[in-house]
């Protein structure tokens, strides 16, 4: 009807209408067509009163029938209130016949192609602390993971180590000082980072800097015994790495570093030379001219002065030989915003050599956290972290009256912990520093990833206590109280954030949605009782909570949460 009146095809409308989001103050329509995306012309030149009036206008011409129920004109919008017993019909049967792929399979998707998406992620230094910002690179690159896969990409997930360059020549004179075989194979990470602090404390002496630069150069000579040392250092922190990201709920496909590119980064400053890119300064060191008008006005160092490489000129080799390996359609690299500078030189100098799928690259940035310690002090290892919250749960549950006997406490505690780490990293704007805060972060009401927790451990409760069998021939004509309407409506958007989402690669609209639907099931699970109702109710009211509830598990995986079953 609304294609035939407004003579576009039906394709051209689905961007433009929107599920309406639920307000607890009033009443709201299902749909909104909004007119200044349908009218010809942009949305600038025309007045808020004509689109208000041409509003008017389209409300009037059409018809109500068997789908819709109702029709007005808002604010440049026209708004539709779906017949009720088909929005509940339509609804629930959609969640339960698409199940993990429910609002993944939107029209809203239809014409976005597939793609093959590399992302590189998470990117310790071996040796050196795995600070708060390598978390949130983890947590938020394995986010934009899950939601392409979801949506149906191919993705690649490269972890980019810090594996090369002088501190390894540091830290071998130190473990040769004062390190332990034992404690390498049984806590690389930590006892790596306690020779390094104690071999940074002496090399302030000249002998210990000349062992340092040896052994380095050696290293880059491919000299058999430096090489199996270092070897050592990495095999190990990895091994220990795959472990904690096993608790973290992380994977990838490659471990990649920068010891991968020391060779094929001569070959870059090769091409760069016979390109007459590379320019020699004074000093001896190379650089490469990014001024619009070739003045040096703004240039990037990519060779020191005895011609080794630096970390940009590894990274230029590390992008052209993932292009050529995975031929992939978009390549995004998730770190902290202080890298912004570092990530336009590297595309700038790939378009430069010619490369034009270098605007293809992208650079996921994020703010950085503040006051993120453990009772111990400051975090030095992503382990404390994972632990500390891990036994602030535990305190928690264990004080809470309302938990119940629970196979695995200890299990259970580090899922909810991480959805509350995860939640509170993840409301704001990616690219917004914040204040970390353990309390606010393991509250268990208000917006937080505890009450997700608490909100799906429920709803799976009631579902287990009621029988759990597939319920056919279930008559949901009989929700029709204002608080399952709500729950109906919000289900109705989730395919909208999912694209919002996708569009900005930010996980808070998918973090907000979460939320108000847990609110809302929360609203609905007093008000509509389960217990003591007619079997018929019983059974749509049942039906009702357990599409709230898939929908609920489907968003926390996309985040990285573990849905609980109990807590």
Same mark, same amino acid.
């Given at each position: 009807?609304l294609?035939?009146?407004?003579?576009?095809?039906?394709?051209?409308?689905?961007?433009?209408?929107?599920?309406?989001?639920?307000s607890?103050?009033?009443?709201?329509?299902?749909?909104?067509?909004?007119?200044?995306?349908?009218?010809?012309?942009?949305?600038?030149?025309?007045?808020?009163?004509?689109?208000?009036?041409?509003?008017?206008?389209?409300?009037?011409?059409?018809?109500?029938?068997?789908?819709?129920?109702?029709?007005?004109?808002?604010?440049?919008?026209?708004?539709?209130?779906?017949?009720?017993?088909?929005?509940?019909?339509?609804?629930?049967?959609?969640?339960?016949?698409?199940?993990?792929?429910?609002?993944?399979?939107?029209?809203?998707?239809?014409?976005?192609?597939?793609?093959?998406?590399?992302?590189?992620?998470?990117?310790?230094?071996i040796?050196?602390?795995f600070?708060?910002?390598?978390?949130?690179?983890?947590?938020?690159?394995?986010?934009?993971?899950?939601?392409?896969?979801?949506?149906?990409?191919?993705?690649?997930?490269?972890?980019?180590?810090g594996?090369?360059?002088?501190?390894? %020549? &540091? +830290?071998?004179?130190?473990?040769?000082?004062f #390190?332990n075989? @034992?404690?390498?194979?049984?806590s690389? $990470?930590q006892?790596?980072?306690?020779?390094?602090?104690?071999?940074?404390?002496a090399?302030?002496?000249?002998?210990t800097?000349?062992?340092?630069?040896?052994?380095?150069?050696?290293?880059?000579?491919?000299?058999?015994?430096?090489?199996?040392?270092?070897?050592?250092?990495?095999?190990?922190s990895?091994?220990?790495?795959?472990?904690?990201?096993?608790?973290?709920?992380?994977?990838?496909?490659?471990?990649?570093?920068?010891?991968?590119?020391?060779?094929?980064s001569?070959?870059?400053?090769?091409?760069?030379?016979?390109? %007459? &890119? +590379?320019?020699?300064?004074?000093?001896?060191t #190379?650089?490469? @001219?990014?001024?619009?008008?070739?003045? $040096?006005?703004?240039?990037?160092?990519?060779?020191?002065?005895?011609?080794?490489s630096?970390?940009?000129?590894?990274?230029?080799?590390?992008?052209?030989?993932?292009?050529?390996?995975?031929?992939w359609?978009?390549?995004?690299?998730?770190?902290?915003?202080s890298?912004?500078?570092?990530?336009?030189?590297?595309f700038?100098?790939?378009?430069?050599?010619?490369?034009?799928?270098?605007?293809?690259?992208?650079?996921?940035?994020?703010?950085?956290?503040?006051?993120?310690?453990?009772?111990?002090?400051?975090v030095?290892?992503?382990?404390?972290?994972?632990?500390e919250?891990?036994?602030?749960?535990?305190?928690?549950?264990?004080?809470?009256?309302?938990?119940?006997?629970?196979?695995?406490?200890?299990?259970?505690?580090?899922?909810?912990?991480?959805?509350?780490?995860?939640?509170?990293?993840?409301?704001?704007?990616?690219s917004s520093?914040?204040?970390?805060s353990w309390?606010?972060?393991?509250?268990?009401?208000?917006?937080?990833?505890?009450?997700?927790?608490?909100?799906?451990?429920?709803?799976?409760?009631?579902?287990?206590?009621?029988?759990?069998?597939?319920l056919?021939?279930?008559n949901?004509?009989?929700?029709?109280?204002?608080?399952?309407?709500?729950?109906?409506?919000?289900?109705?958007?989730?395919?909208?954030?999912?694209?919002?989402?996708?569009?900005?690669?930010?996980?808070?609209?998918?973090?907000?949605?979460?939320?108000?639907?847990?609110?809302?099931?929360?609203?609905?699970?007093?008000?509509?009782?389960?217990?003591?109702?007619?079997?018929?109710?019983?059974?749509?009211?049942?039906?009702?909570?357990?599409?709230?509830?898939?929908?609920?598990?489907n968003?926390?995986?996309?985040?990285?949460?573990?849905?609980?079953?109990?807590?």
């Amino acid at each position: 009807m609304l294609s035939k009146v407004l003579d576009l095809p039906p394709e051209n409308l689905i961007k433009s209408i929107s599920a309406v989001p639920v307000s607890k103050k009033r009443h709201v329509a299902d749909f909104q067509l909004s007119i200044a995306s349908v009218t010809e012309g942009s949305s600038s030149d025309c007045l808020a009163q004509d689109l208000n009036l041409q509003a008017q206008k389209l409300a009037e011409r059409l018809k109500c029938d068997a789908v819709v129920s109702e029709i007005s004109a808002g604010p440049g919008t026209v708004n539709f209130t779906i017949n009720r017993e088909l929005l509940a019909r339509t609804v629930l049967q959609q969640v339960l016949k698409d199940g993990s792929e429910y609002g993944v399979k939107s029209e809203l998707f239809s014409t976005v192609p597939r793609q093959k998406a590399v992302i590189e992620f998470s990117s310790p230094n071996i040796a050196k602390k795995f600070h708060i910002g390598h978390l949130r690179s983890t947590i938020v690159g394995n986010f934009i993971a899950n939601l392409k896969v979801a949506l149906g990409h191919e993705v690649i997930r490269i972890n980019y180590l810090g594996d090369w360059g002088m501190q390894f %020549g &540091l +830290l071998a004179v130190g473990f040769q000082r004062f #390190g332990n075989k @034992d404690k390498l194979k049984s806590s690389p $990470l930590q006892h790596l980072f306690e020779v390094y602090v104690q071999i940074n404390k002496a090399a302030e002496d000249e002998n210990t800097k000349k062992l340092a630069k040896d052994f380095f150069r050696k290293l880059e000579e491919h000299d058999e015994q430096p090489l199996s040392l270092w070897k050592q250092f990495r095999d190990f922190s990895i091994e220990e790495y795959i472990r904690i990201y096993k608790r973290l709920g992380v994977h990838f496909d490659e471990y990649s570093g920068e010891s991968f590119y020391q060779e094929k980064s001569q070959e870059v400053l090769k091409m760069l030379e016979d390109k %007459g &890119l +590379l320019q020699k300064t004074v000093k001896g060191t #190379g650089i490469v @001219d990014l001024s619009e008008k070739k003045d $040096l006005s703004s240039f990037s160092t990519v060779m020191r002065s005895d011609g080794t490489s630096l970390y940009i000129t590894r990274d230029l080799a590390a992008a052209i030989d993932r292009m050529n390996k995975h031929s992939w359609d978009t390549m995004i690299y998730v770190t902290d915003k202080s890298q912004s500078n570092h990530f336009q030189h590297l595309f700038q100098i790939l378009k430069l050599m010619g490369y034009d799928w270098a605007e293809r690259c992208q650079h996921v940035s994020f703010g950085l956290v503040q006051g993120m310690k453990t009772r111990r002090g400051e975090v030095i290892f992503l382990e404390d972290v994972l632990n500390e919250v891990r036994s602030r749960m535990l305190q928690n549950m264990a004080s809470a009256k309302t938990t119940k006997e629970i196979e695995d406490p200890m299990d259970t505690a580090e899922k909810v912990g991480l959805a509350a780490l995860i939640i509170q990293d993840f409301r704001g704007l990616l690219s917004s520093d914040y204040q970390f805060s353990w309390d606010r972060a393991l509250q268990s009401h208000g917006d937080t990833g505890v009450f997700l927790q608490y909100t799906h451990a429920r709803l799976h409760s009631l579902e287990q206590m009621h029988g759990n069998e597939q319920l056919t021939d279930v008559n949901v004509a009989c929700l029709q109280e204002p608080s399952a309407i709500s729950v109906l409506q919000h289900l109705l958007r989730y395919d909208e954030v999912l694209y919002r989402s996708s569009q900005d690669l930010q996980p808070k609209h998918i973090v907000s949605y979460l939320l108000t639907l847990s609110h809302l099931a929360a609203v609905a699970h007093k008000t509509l009782p389960v217990k003591g109702s007619s079997p018929e109710l019983a059974q749509a009211r049942l039906r009702l909570f357990q599409a709230a509830r898939s929908v609920l598990a489907n968003g926390m995986k996309l985040l990285g949460i573990t849905p609980v079953t109990q807590m």
